[in-house]
């Protein structure tokens, strides 16, 4: 997600760190740092919580995870030998969670840390996590080191059918070659902007509230760095936005983008770029100018991984696929297309107020999937296949043996029974889909993470079904959410309850239809879902249940 930050000033969440863990990061086997009073008193109100934490005086061998996910796979090859802890509590979105000073501690004591990664997680766990972390403990990214394990990779490909273009923001490469690692950011600051009205950016989040990156009705500040219009992502990373425009007419939007490698090094200006943008007018373009109004197009700063020189670009695939897919222009070869229709009346409520008063209208390209979503090309959610967890599994395996030799016989023998039970897992999901007629295997859900469950079980991804994520759900909103459970000639929509508050225009619809709403866990688990095995067996019978005739 993108954090609003200045270019010449560390994120929050790294500053809380640092002054959170006052003390240096303890030496494993001496594990008695002294705490600053703040910290202090953060891990006594986090132990009245009842959350569990690392401990310096645990025997056992202290291992931390960003997601609940990962630490129940850790507790069933570590045993008795480990005492994990999760930084995303259960029931929280890794996309959006924002860690906590009792957080930063955990990791300070931590031997051993797992995340997921390949952008999965919000980037300032990761930034917490790759902040604070010991010099001599372990860290593993599973997704990206798992394909030593014979783990498969796909592509993430975003298949959402917009009547407009689906518009985003880009940070492409990975930067190594400019000393990038990823706890690194790409700020991305508006800088100018002219046309008959104003310009937002925004992005709505899993509740309905909104955050403002783009603010053109108050200027642009250069004396603070452009810090109330600026946004951050990690590099080689894209997320959605919703974009605004308050009167037709022809827009220009000037971007400069900079490197943070750190927290301590200047900033390196990757250059900037001016996009054009027709707003319910003919885009009328010049000669060699394409105009991009469908599909899925990303105003992108270009790190210069492949050679080139690092600045401001479009990517663009009319298609929506994946980045694979995507053409680069120079932003002088291209306008965007905002037309008549992407006209919408500003609901009621505080949420959206920035854009003007209800009922006023205003143009608006949507963020299309609704919620913080910060994602690279390949898709973070391996573990929907259950192969892909048996190679997380053998990964966690040897890095705890590498981590704690004399318990190499306990993983073996743990992790040996628990691939076991993984094996039979698959079978039985392999074996309960397969009773689902061959042409009702279409999976609706509102959120791309089962592309893994489709690859490996033989099910469609026949769409994504989401309320514009703008505005409140007009009557015409209304209509085109059931003509498209109409045209999906579905029997049912899956949804993940953790996202169920968000999602009562698609159960409403439903029920008129007829169509019905089934439980389906993606990221996170909660009181009903408290482990691994049990997700993967309860969203096999949700699909078998819910999908045959």
């Known amino acids: 997600m993108p954090d609003v930050a200045s270019p010449d000033a560390p994120s929050p969440p790294a500053r809380a760190a640092r002054a959170a863990v006052a ?24 132990g009245c919580a009842g959350r569990p934490a690392l401990s310096p005086d645990d025997a056992r061998l202290q291992v931390v995870t960003t997601t609940g996910l990962l630490a129940d796979l850790v507790r069933h090859v570590g045993g008795d030998r480990v005492h994990v802890v999760s930084l995303v509590p259960d029931g929280g979105d890794p996309h959006t969670y924002e860690p906590s000073l009792r957080d930063a501690r955990n990791v300070v004591y931590a031997d051993v840390a797992f995340s997921n990664y390949a952008l999965l997680e919000e980037h300032s766990v ?3 996590l790759d902040a604070n972390l010991r010099d001599d403990a372990v860290s593993v990214s599973l997704a990206e080191e798992s394909v030593k394990y014979a783990a498969e990779l796909i592509p993430l490909v975003e298949d959402v059918t917009l009547d407009t273009v689906w518009l985003g923001l880009r940070a492409h490469g990975d930067g190594a070659h400019l000393g990038a690692t990823r706890a690194s950011q790409v700020l991305v600051s508006a800088t100018a902007a002219t046309g008959p009205g104003d310009v937002f950016a925004y992005l709505t ?4 509230e909104t955050d403002v990156y783009i603010d053109s009705s108050n200027g642009f500040d250069a004396a603070n760095g452009y810090r109330d219009d600026t946004l951050s992502l990690p590099a080689d990373a894209h997320t959605h936005l919703s974009w605004a425009f308050t009167e037709p007419g022809r827009y220009t939007l000037t971007l400069r983008a900079h490197l943070q490698v750190d927290d301590t090094s200047r900033p390196i200006d990757l250059g900037s770029g001016t996009f054009a943008f027709a707003v319910g007018v003919d885009p009328d373009p010049a000669p060699g100018v394409a105009v991009l109004d469908r599909g899925h197009a990303d105003l992108t700063a270009d790190l210069g991984d492949d050679g080139a020189a690092p600045g401001l670009a479009v990517r663009y695939d009319p298609e929506g696929g994946g980045e694979r897919s995507q053409r680069r222009y120079s932003p002088e070869q291209v306008v965007i297309d905002v037309p008549a229709k992407a006209l919408d009346e500003i609901p009621a409520g505080p949420a959206l107020r920035f854009l003007g008063r209800p009922g006023e209208r205003v143009y608006q390209l949507a963020q299309a999937v609704l919620g913080k979503h910060v994602h690279g090309e390949i898709d973070p959610h391996l573990w929907q296949n259950v192969r892909n967890a048996m190679a997380y599994a053998q990964l966690i395996r040897d890095t705890l043996i590498a981590a704690d030799p004399a318990g190499a016989g306990a993983y073996r023998d743990n992790a040996a029974a628990y691939l076991a039970e993984l094996d039979r897992t698959d079978a039985y999901v392999r074996r309960t889909l397969a009773q689902i007629p061959a042409s009702h295997r279409n999976l609706v859900t509102t959120h791309d993470a089962f592309g893994y469950l489709a690859d490996a079980y033989d099910v469609r991804v026949a769409g994504f079904v989401t309320p514009h994520p703008a505005a409140e759900p007009s ?14 000639r579905v029997s049912a929509v899956f949804l993940e309850p ?3 508050a968000r999602s009562s225009t698609l159960t409403e619809v439903a029920r008129d239809l007829g169509v019905r709403v089934c439980a389906i866990y993606g990221d996170a688990f909660d009181d009903e879902v408290t482990g691994y095995v049990q997700m993967m067996r309860l969203n096999a019978d949700s699909l078998r249940e819910c999908l045959s005739p």
């Open 23 to 46: 003390a240096p990061r303890p030496p494993r086997g001496a594990r008695t740092p002294r705490l600053s009073a703040a910290l202090a008193l953060v891990v006594a109100l986090a």
């Open 205 to 208: 989040g899993s509740f309905g």
């Open 475 to 488: 009557l015409a909103d209304r209509r085109k959410l059931a003509d498209t459970l109409r045209t999906l």
């Open 126 to 128: 990761i930034k917490t």
């Open 498 to 500: 953790n996202l169920a």
